[in-house]
């Protein structure tokens, strides 16, 4: 049974789907059956991957909580006196904000978790549905293979919670189907179309514009490789129309020229980009390249992975693997200029590890197994089945027991009142912006770190408190914290050791400068993980009253 459904042919989308009804028509039994069954996996791979977002009220992702506070501000300012007392709206024109623009609008019909839920479930499925149709579009087929994309559907990036990215990722992919569907078409419908791609990607992230225009230049030399140089050369300029607006826009926002220097001019931004090099270990490198397949079970992660690679290398031996040499190119790209990208640049953190998870994307999208029998194509689709239920499995017992934590964490903060200041501290002495590369291999990092880090945002949703540490960075998120309570704000950071409130340092004042102080500038103080610390600390008897204790953080009240 081949997995190509219709041969490939160089015509406009529509045309060959017709001319593939016609051939249906008059192929076998088995054969008209394929684009039903094809469907059928279809919808079942999304069924399977969205099940997980079902059996919790709150996905354990990294940065979501954080976003859910930012967008309960935005859709409640200026009604709301509580919050406005603390925060104000700063919109501008800055990429990474997609979702402050749709989400809240979505919520004039849905409430704050359930609508935030609609955005995982789009950066979950969105890169997987754009993987499928680029396929589409690259070899005229509909084909199973592409559905194998679920495998890393569920991605280090994903439980990090880059809602924006993955979205960003998903329309790239969308749109480069697009503009390789309208290659043959008026230059003005194709370039008009990307130009509308490209400003809606560049307003969910600014990488995803770079990947979409990597992969656009990429289709247009493999289709110019053997045309007139003259018509290379209009083809090209008209390829860069779609990101002059784009391009303008970074210009004039704020992360353009946010490049941290001592007044020693280039000299010094040299410095900064090794130092940001610096920050990324050879460790963390090596292990970034499992980033498309990484979940909470190394053994299943690996298992994929080789899966993968072993049904790739099996068919190129037989020759019998097609590959889409633009994306190959683009593949290939990824993967050499990783090494040599940072971990941190412009204020953004894991620049470089978001490479390896667009290549596992393009891994989909560009190759194409041909297989010749129905036996073998049985073995394939079971082993892929079994291996995306298996990973689904695991991430769904995981996120099952989510809703304990949270409730656990939501009855150690209930004493905390409208616009009280908390400071929060964890129990790990690891807090600087280096700590989330120094274990890059920890399952306990990814199912309690990184998913209950930024749960404190629930003191903003839920008590219209206020945290240092909401994201409300000028160059990525359009709230901003107001007097007085700016002077107490960091608009990214990691949660610093409670043991510094007994010896502060400067190295701690460096990475927390809210710290000096602290007793006359917050009214609480909330331990994360208090069972973490193994060395013990100061909990300042003199300072501190205890108030709720729990699992997953304690809270203190501050003597005054």
Request: proline share 8%; glycine share 6%.
């Amino acid at each position: 049974m081949p997995v190509e459904c219709f041969p490939n042919r160089r015509r406009r989308m529509w045309t060959d789907e017709r001319d593939a009804i016609i051939d249906m028509q008059h192929a076998p039994p088995v054969r008209r059956a394929l684009p039903a069954l094809w469907w059928l996996a279809f919808v079942a791979l999304i069924i399977v991957l969205l099940i997980p977002l079902f059996l919790t009220e709150i996905p354990p992702l990294l940065d979501y909580p954080n976003h859910l506070a930012r967008m309960e501000i935005l859709s409640r300012l200026p009604g709301d006196a509580d919050l406005a007392r603390i925060y104000a709206t700063s919109w501008g024109i800055v990429p990474n904000i997609g979702i402050d623009i749709a989400m809240p609008a979505l919520m004039h019909a849905l409430p704050l978790m359930l609508a935030g839920k609609v955005f995982v479930g789009l950066a979950l499925i969105l890169p997987l549905v754009g993987v499928i149709v680029l396929h589409r579009s690259l070899f005229g087929a509909v084909s199973f293979w592409p559905l194998a994309a679920g495998l890393v559907a569920y991605n280090r990036l994903f439980f990090s919670g880059f809602l924006n990215f993955l979205i960003g990722v998903g329309l790239a992919l969308l749109g480069a189907a697009l503009w390789r569907a309208l290659q043959d078409r008026s230059a003005l419908l194709r370039v008009g179309t990307a130009i509308v791609a490209a400003v809606v990607i560049f307003f969910c992230h600014l990488i995803a514009v770079a990947f979409y225009g990597l992969i656009l230049l990429s289709l247009e030399l493999a289709w110019l490789w053997k045309k007139r140089w003259r018509e290379r050369l209009g083809r090209l300029v008209l390829l860069a129309v779609p990101f002059v607006i784009p391009a303008i826009f970074y210009l004039r926002a704020p992360i353009s020229g946010d490049t941290p220097t001592d007044g020693n001019g280039i000299a010094d931004a040299i410095r900064h980009y090794y130092w940001a090099l610096a920050a990324s270990p050879p460790g963390l490198k090596l292990y970034g390249l499992m980033s498309p397949f990484l979940t909470y079970n190394r053994l299943l992660d690996t298992g994929a992975l080789v899966l993968v690679i072993a049904v790739l290398a099996l068919f190129a031996s037989e020759r019998r693997l097609r590959i889409s040499p633009p994306l190959a190119a683009v593949f290939a790209f990824l993967l050499m200029a990783y090494p040599a990208v940072p971990f941190f640049l412009m204020q953004t953190a894991w620049v470089d590890q978001r490479m390896p998870v667009l290549a596992g994307f393009l891994l989909f999208a560009g190759t194409l197994p041909r297989v010749g029998s129905g036996r073998t194509a049985r073995l394939m689709v079971t082993a892929f089945a079994a291996a995306m239920l298996a990973r689904t499995v695991v991430i769904g017992l995981v996120w099952s027991g989510h809703d304990a934590q949270i409730a656990d964490f939501r009855q150690v903060i209930s004493p905390v009142g409208p616009g009280d200041r908390v400071l929060v501290t964890q129990a790990e002495r690891n807090a600087d912006p280096q700590a989330m590369v120094n274990r890059p291999d920890s399952v306990r990092a990814m199912r309690d770190n990184d998913s209950t880090m930024h749960l404190p945002a629930l003191l903003v949703i839920e008590h219209k408190a206020f945290w240092p540490l909401l994201f409300t960075a000028a160059t990525k998120q359009p709230v901003k914290v107001i007097a007085p309570y700016d002077a107490i704000s960091l608009p990214e950071g990691e949660l610093p050791w409670v043991g510094s409130l007994a010896e502060l340092d400067l190295a701690t004042v460096k990475w927390a400068p809210y710290l000096p102080d602290w007793q006359q500038k917050f009214d609480w103080v909330l331990v994360m993980h208090p069972g973490d610390a193994l060395g013990g600390y100061d909990l300042l008897p003199d300072r501190l009253e205890p108030a709720r204790a729990g699992k997953i953080a304690t809270l203190y009240r501050i003597k005054k």
